[in-house]
């Protein structure tokens, strides 16, 4: 048998040091809210202190860390019997319910018009269990169950890291029993759905049922992979030690024995006192760390709890105010889908109408079409429906054992529902578009804004106003439908002088001489910006040849890969966009065509015209701006390469500036430069912009 070498001071020193620093890690963590390490790092101070412990078992002790992975599966839970029952709360749903609270305790207490001091927290949305402690040691914890009898969970609880395992050594009395919830965190909830999702496996509706699941294994290892955290709300048995005399001082004494209380509890006088707390909790309450279901009030004083005592099956000192309901069961009746200013096609749910958090909800975005794969949603499902807070209505969960036996899944449409173009999806993304850029009602006001701006055909005084009124008064439907507004149907709309009207035809007609990137540009093509459409029409040199170019004959141009050929490919192959072209050109939009770099054979009417639109350099005569930090180079860097290639460097941004460069925290210049819709040019673009003048 190997020898186990003997301690040195050293490893005595770093085994207690790694055990206090877990111990106050988990603390941060669960308790205060404020974890200072990050789970990783948590896992290697673990795994230190095991691995010391491995090596001299002499230093191993009950309350270790590395004694909460879980043990031996069972066959079934013991029966625990309560030495004094669990009940639970009645439920107050309005102030009408509170002031009879309230009045009843008054009265049970003969106070007259005595106001109470009531004990205050929230009401926690877990489980309830409860922990027995012998001489300080953790030996048994137990389930609710019916109230007398519970389930003994004792291996799965003492996997949770924030539940002590052995008391300070000044607080060890015989027996004591703490009670509380056993819950999972917000953000431990989402980490533990993202791994079930990426291992494929099934997603928990809600933090509450993912901490029953996980506390009822009979695995405890299993438990043990599950982040769990407890808090506790009062006690049970207690043997040889003085009980505090009100519930606020029973709570200190629980934390000072490192059990973790709620943070938000509070003593408040009277029934004012009470509604404070319900409103103040009410409002904080989507940015607690865990979900909760109301607020409890409980009468503070032990002596006035013991005259109010019981009916039935819950006390008269205490309720629980219950916030209107997070999640509510309807039916999937369909899905629909709606079309985004941008093309995106969103699956959204029309439900059989419910009231959840507070209003009614009768349709919830489903995102996108694997977020349905995910959820395994087919319509007819009964769902659970959770609207938290201010957030959107979002359908959670299916209850599976609800399903009808032919409920039909959803089929993505092939084709727009608001302009019947066809709906593709591009390689490696999860949303479905549509492809009608120019001609979708939907995406019409984006797309005139987009045809319009300064780096495209630029048409001067055509904003965001403008565009919404155009568009509302349906004159206008396609870019090409600009060219052909006239004086009157200007004049027609509210608030535009006669003035304006023509300042904006001029521009209308300026911008009929433009240049090919730009054109392209302005056409919204998915994933084609400045640069690329610059790089097309230099490769190609003439529209007809990139409308026809192939796949392969795409991939040739410089910074094009599969995912930009494609959708160049699916702009050009849906009919509409290509009429939209055609009529643009038959309103005589025209630009010179530009020199072709790579060699490609030119060909017909739209053969090279010499040098009239060769490129004299990317920033040559432009207006620029920089903003925020470069990593590359400095700004004095940056400012004397673009002066060395013809650019004018302002200090602030105006219409007149071409290009803003934003750095890492760009401020108040990048704001404004959205604003004015000024192109925005972050640093690689930038880069690559000046490798290629
Ligand atoms: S005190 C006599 N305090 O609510 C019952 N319960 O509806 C004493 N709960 O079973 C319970 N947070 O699981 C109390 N701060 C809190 C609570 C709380 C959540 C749960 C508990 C109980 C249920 C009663």
């Known amino acids: 048998m190997a020898t186990v070498a003997p301690a040195t001071a050293q490893v005595i020193e770093r085994v207690a040091q790694l055990k206090r620093e877990l111990a106050q890690h988990n603390h941060n963590y669960y308790v205060l809210d404020q974890p200072t390490i990050t789970d990783g790092e948590w896992d290697q101070l673990f795994h230190e202190l095991l691995a010391l412990e491995t090596q001299h078992p002499d230093l191993l002790t009950q309350d270790s860390p590395t004694q909460r992975v879980g043990s031996k599966p069972l066959d079934a839970f013991d029966e625990v019997m309560h030495r004094i029952p669990m009940l639970s709360l009645g439920n107050a749903f309005n102030d009408a319910d509170i002031d009879n609270f309230d009045r009843r305790c008054r009265e049970g207490l003969d106070l007259g018009d005595v106001e109470i001091e009531y004990a205050c927290e929230p009401k926690f949305d877990g489980l309830a269990i409860s922990l027995t402690f012998v001489n300080g040691v953790f030996v048994q914890g137990a389930t609710r169950g019916d109230g007398a009898v519970g389930e003994g969970v004792t291996e799965n609880l003492k996997t949770i890291r924030s539940i002590p395992l052995v008391l300070p050594a000044q607080h060890r009395p015989a027996l004591l029993e703490v009670r509380g919830e056993v819950l999972m965190l917000r953000r431990d909830f989402a980490k533990l759905n993202d791994r079930q999702a990426a291992k494929g496996e099934k997603l928990f509706v ?14 405890s290892k299993l438990t043990a992979a599950r982040p769990l955290t407890f808090f506790a709300y009062g006690i049970g048995a207690v043997e040889g030690a003085a009980v505090p005399s009100t519930h606020s001082a029973l709570m200190d004494w629980l934390e000072s024995m490192r059990f973790p209380v709620a943070r938000q509890r509070t003593i408040v006088q009277g029934v004012t006192g009470l509604r404070d707390f319900y409103q103040r909790i009410g409002e904080a309450r989507t940015a607690l760390p865990y979900d909760i279901d109301g607020v409890v009030y409980k009468v503070n004083r032990f002596d006035q709890q013991q005259t109010l005592g019981f009916v039935s099956r819950a006390p008269r000192f205490a309720i629980a105010h219950k916030f209107p309901a997070e999640e509510a069961t309807t039916v999937l009746l369909g899905i629909d889908v709606q079309v985004g200013r941008t093309g995106a096609i969103t699956p959204v749910a029309r439900l059989q109408p419910v009231f959840v958090g507070g209003t009614t909800v009768s349709n919830a975005t489903l995102h996108n079409e694997d977020e349905i794969r995910r959820k395994d949603l087919r319509i007819g499902d009964t ?24 409920a039909p899944v959803f ?23 549509c492809t009608g850029g120019l001609i979708c009602p939907a995406q019409r006001k984006q797309a005139l804004l987009h045809y319009a701006q300064r780096c495209a055909v630029d048409i001067e005084g055509l904003g965001d106003k403008l565009v919404d009124q155009l568009v509302e008064a349906d004159v206008v439907h396609t870019p ?25 035809l001029a521009s209308i007609e300026k911008s009929k001489r433009t240049t090919l990137p730009k054109f392209l540009f302005g056409l919204g093509i998915r994933h084609v910006g400045e640069a690329t459409a610059k790089d097309l029409a230099k490769y190609f040199g003439n529209l007809d040849a990139i409308m026809d170019a192939n796949n392969a004959q795409l991939l040739q141009v410089h910074d094009v890969g599969p995912v930009v050929a494609q959708s160049i490919r699916q702009f050009f192959d849906e009919p509409h966009n290509r009429e939209v072209v055609e009529q643009l050109r038959a309103c005589k939009v025209t630009w010179p065509e530009t020199q072709i770099e790579h060699g490609r054979a030119s060909h017909g009417e739209n053969a090279p015209v010499g040098n009239a639109g060769a490129d004299p350099g990317l920033f040559s005569g432009k207006t620029v701006v920089l903003t925020g930090t470069l990593t590359a180079m400095s700004r004095d860097e940056a400012k004397d390469k673009l002066e060395a290639l013809g650019a004018k460097v302002s200090g602030s941004v105006s219409k007149k500036t071409d290009y803003v460069v934003a750095g890492a925290e760009a401020g108040s210049k990048l704001d404004k430069a959205v604003e004015l819709r000024v192109a925005v040019l972050d640093e690689a673009t930038f880069l690559a912009m000046l490798a290629r003048p």
């Open 206 to 219: 809600n933090p509450r049922n993912a901490a029953a699941g996980s506390l009822r294994q009979l695995d």
């Open 383 to 406: 769902v659970v429906v959770r609207r938290a807070g201010d957030v959107i209505p979002e359908v959670a969960a299916v209850i599976i054992e609800r399903r009808l036996t032919d």
């Open 411 to 433: 089929v993505m449409p092939t084709r727009c529902p608001e302009c019947d173009s066809a709906i593709v999806k591009l390689e490696g993304e999860v949303i479905a578009r």
């Open 480 to 504: 090409a439908d600009l060219y052909r507004l006239g004086i009157t149907a200007l004049s027609n709309l509210e608030r535009m002088a006669e003035k304006s009207a023509t300042n904006l």
